[in-house]
């Protein structure tokens, strides 16, 4: 079993910035990739970043390329979003989350673990 702990949601101002993060424990290894998944109130939920978790290969929405960037820490099992040049748009609930064995890794039925959410709000 896996358990994810997610830090850093809040409230920020259009233009700011704010890092989340996203410690996991279980049995994580055999994992090949983390990612973060944002849901917005009446929408979907979507694919925001990931990253492989041996290679560090990056994969990101067209929607945050260029402001938000992924990274993990390997020693202490963390993966991180930076996000800046935050937007109204970007408001909603962000997920981390465990890819599994199969599946797209932009899927959310890629991914077999998740988090419990933090809120980030981004005001205008």
């Known amino acids: 079993q896996v358990q994810l702990v997610e830090s850093g949601g809040g409230l920020v101002q259009a233009g700011g910035s704010l890092r989340l993060s996203c410690a996991a424990s279980g049995r994580t290894f055999s994992s090949s990739a983390m990612g973060w998944f944002r849901q917005a109130p009446g929408k979907e939920r979507e694919f925001v970043a990931a990253?492989?978790?041996?290679?560090?290969?990056?994969y990101y929405a067209d929607s945050v390329k260029g402001r938000f960037t992924i990274s993990r820490d390997i020693a202490k099992n963390t993966v991180y979003l930076q996000m800046n040049s935050l937007k109204p748009e970007d408001t909603a609930v962000y997920y981390c989350a465990v890819r599994g064995t199969s599946g797209s890794v932009y899927s959310t039925e890629g991914y077999v673990y998740w988090g419990q959410g933090t809120q980030v709000t981004v005001s205008s």
């Open positions: 990253i492989h978790w041996s290679s560090a290969y990056t």
